[in-house]
Nanobody
């Protein structure tokens, strides 16, 4: 069993920054992929950024240059540093772990960017 606990969401003005954290616990094996997805009201969930246990990253085009994903393998924690936030970044952000053929999700954390 794997559990993901997210923190760091909130309300911020456009141009501001937030840092999301997600700590994974349980039966976690390497290699694996950790990442962040988001879902805005009325829209489908979309991939924001992922990072492999080897450090390879991938980003949604619209967040490249503004968001940075990183991870601490020793503590099974993934971070998302979000800078230059825009109102269109407003969504519920979900942590995700892909591990030995299964996917796990966090409970989600709300990020709201005011204009």
């Amino acid at each position: 069993q794997v559990q993901l606990v997210e923190s760091g969401g909130g309300l911020v003005q456009a141009g501001g920054s937030l840092r999301l954290s997600c700590a994974a616990s349980g039966s976690i094996f390497s290699p694996n992929v950790m990442g962040w997805y988001r879902q805005a009201p009325g829209k489908q969930r979309e991939l924001v950024a992922i990072v492999t246990s080897g450090g390879t990253t991938n980003y949604l085009d619209s967040v490249k240059g503004r968001f940075t994903i990183s991870r601490d393998n020793a503590n099974n924690t993934v971070y998302l540093q979000m800078n230059s936030l825009k109102p269109e970044d407003t969504a519920v952000y979900y942590c995700n772990l892909k591990n030995i053929g299964r996917a796990y999700w966090g409970q989600g954390t709300q990020v709201t960017v005011s204009s």
